[in-house]
């Protein structure tokens, strides 16, 4: 159980367009999701968290209005990377956690396979 | 958020015990240790948490010492799947769920 899918696995675009990727949550309802980022030889670095139905919390430094995450519903979050640049080609990488308040510590993030981005 | 400090990398022989070690000697009483891994080209996966005490799973044992200073994950059989980064992580259960990953340990498995 705990599967997260995310769509596409790879996508390569001219620089100037916006890329959507979308993250969703297969056997269970995702009360929270994350994105990273992740470039080549390096660690994952949280751009931000969204909870359902409410606008998401950006890390420090993500600039919230190019990289527009949308999280309708209990099972899809959406990143758009809009204008993309050749700088943002990276390996973008949701994860999805159901909180159970009685069992906060139990509480584990589930990965997706990833999205390379590649942007010409 | 309290820090970890892990190897770089190791090397381990197929079908032999491994033990990746952490050190967060500034952990809190609220923090959970959590370890997670990254096999090549992929997103991370859990792998197993605690809190106080030694914890087992179907993947890997936990070993957390006595003071807490310091956690070593197991893996008692390498099998070349086994090839990822791992990280050690610090989760305040009063805080947020966000998790912060370091720079992790490469393990090689050497057939």
């Known amino acids: 159980g705990a599967v997260v899918s995310q769509h596409p696995s790879w996508v390569i675009c001219k620089s100037g367009t916006s890329v959507k990727i979308e993250c969703r949550s297969l056997?269970?309802?995702?009360?929270?999701m994350f994105w990273y980022r992740q470039f080549p030889k390096q660690s994952l670095m949280l751009m931000a968290t969204?909870?359902?139905?409410?606008?998401?919390?950006?890390e420090q430094g993500v600039e919230k209005d190019k990289f527009l995450i949308n999280h309708a519903s209990l099972t899809l979050s959406t990143l758009t990377v809009t204008s993309a640049h050749p700088e943002d080609s990276s390996f973008y990488i949701c994860?999805?956690?159901?909180?159970?308040?009685?069992?906060?510590?139990?509480?584990?993030?589930?990965f997706g396979p990833g999205t390379r981005l590649l942007v010409l | 958020d309290a820090k970890t400090t892990q190897p770089n990398s190791m090397e381990s022989n197929e079908e032999e015990p491994v033990h990746l070690p952490c050190n967060h000697s500034?952990?809190?009483?609220?923090?959970?240790i959590h370890w997670y891994r990254q096999l090549p080209s992929q997103g991370p996966e859990y792998v197993i948490h605690?809190?106080?005490s030694n914890v087992n799973n179907r993947m890997a044992s936990l070993a957390i010492a006595e003071d807490r200073k310091s956690s070593t994950l197991i893996l008692h059989r390498a099998t070349l799947r086994d090839a990822a980064v791992y990280y050690c992580?610090?989760?305040?259960?009063?805080?947020?769920?966000?998790?912060?990953f370091g720079t992790g340990t490469r393990l090689t498995i050497i057939p």
């Open positions: 605690g809190l106080t």
């Open positions: 500034t952990i809190s009483g609220t923090d959970y």
């Open positions: 994860s999805a956690s159901f909180a159970k308040q009685a069992l906060r510590e139990q509480e584990t993030q589930y």
């Open positions: 056997d269970f309802q995702a009360t929270t």
């Open positions: 992580i610090l989760r305040d259960i009063r805080g947020n769920e966000k998790l912060t």
């Open positions: 969204s909870n359902e139905g409410s606008k998401a919390t950006y």
